[in-house]
């Protein structure tokens, strides 16, 4: 059998994910259902929206499936009945057992990193933050304890001094949908040598647990290099963030999304330089975050001269 006479279900909910799924449309891999999110509400009017899995499989006209719960029998009554041979997870939740054992040749996850490092929510953001050279994609085999499961394959990309999250996320997408295919094949054709994890010799294992908002707080009293690194791996979403308190005591939150690096010495952490026309620094524990682009709260996002040439004052600004 070849992958492209394999029955397969495709498993995923965000952007990241369609890319997987449009290789396999769009070179004839037999998809006979999507499990996507349920619709959720959102924006001001509160519609319910379609996950972008969704979207692109129902414009494809392939079967779509949005359970609520993955261990519900009606649920898994009909996922048995597309009598899958494959499952294919990208970006999506926790699966049961009874889930995962389900096809003869199992279910495989894209994972973006190079497991075992950085298992976990946010592997990319870790990635960037913590300073890696480079990460990748992998697929593994599901098995009970999550991202543990046999390594099938991986490709490695490098990680560049200006890229950002959102750069990262783009180049894996594309890399990761490669991949994809490439699991698919061998795992239909029985050529492929699962890696068991624990089999990998690594100093010390990186996790990458799911950001929250107090993880994405700048703390100036860092090195210029981290703060620079937390930014790049924070942007542009969820994004680092800053909190400025004016001569009056009212603060404002701001939103960094890049920033250069100028090294100095002597600096008192979290001063804030600017010529309130062109360019705004605020320093670090060794260097200046010299910052390009921003997001005061309430405001778009926009470059830093357009946002000084809108706000007078900046000087009189310090970081709380």
Not at 19 to 32: G, K, P, Q, R, W
Not at 197 to 223: G, H, M, V, Y
Not at 245 to 266: P, R, T, V, W
Request: proline share 5%; charged share 25%.
């Amino acid at each position: 059998m070849t992958g492209k006479d394999s029955r397969i279900v495709f498993m995923g909910t965000p952007d990241f994910a369609v890319t997987s799924l449009a290789a396999l449309v769009e070179n004839d891999y037999h998809i006979v259902g999507v499990i996507t999110a349920p619709d959720k509400p959102a924006g001001r009017g509160r519609k319910l929206q379609e996950s972008a899995v969704k979207k692109y499989a129902s414009e494809k006209g392939l079967r779509v499936l949005q359970p609520e719960k993955l261990k519900n029998p009606a649920f898994i009554e009909e996922l048995e009945s597309l009598k899958a041979d494959l499952q294919v997870v990208v970006a999506f939740r926790m699966l049961p057992e009874i889930v995962w054992r389900m096809p003869r040749l199992g279910t495989f996850n894209l994972h973006g990193s190079l497991l075992p490092q950085y298992r976990g929510a946010a592997p990319l953001n870790w990635a960037v933050i913590n300073g890696e050279k480079e990460t990748g994609v992998t697929t593994f085999l599901l098995s009970h304890e999550i991202d543990t499961g046999a390594i099938l394959f991986h490709k490695k990309t490098p990680i560049h001094a200006n890229d950002t999250v959102g750069d990262i996320h783009d180049r894996l997408m594309v890399i990761g949908a490669q991949l994809v295919v490439k699991t698919v094949d061998a795992l239909a054709e029985g050529d492929y040598t699962p890696l068991e994890q624990d089999e990998i010799q690594t100093a010390e294992l990186k996790p990458a647990p799911k950001i929250f908002k107090d993880d994405c707080r700048i703390d100036w009293s860092n090195s210029g290099e981290q703060i620079r690194n937390l930014i790049r791996g924070l942007s542009p979403y969820p994004a680092a963030w800053t909190e400025l308190q004016d001569d009056k005591g009212q603060s404002l939150a701001l939103k960094i999304f890049f920033a250069e690096l100028e090294e100095a010495a002597n600096l008192v952490p979290g001063t804030i330089e600017s010529d309130e026309k062109t360019y705004l620094k605020i320093a670090a524990a060794d260097a200046w975050l010299n910052i390009t682009d921003l997001q005061l709260s309430g405001k778009k996002r926009m470059k830093t001269e357009d946002f000084l040439r809108g706000y007078h004052g900046i000087n009189k600004l310090e970081t709380k």
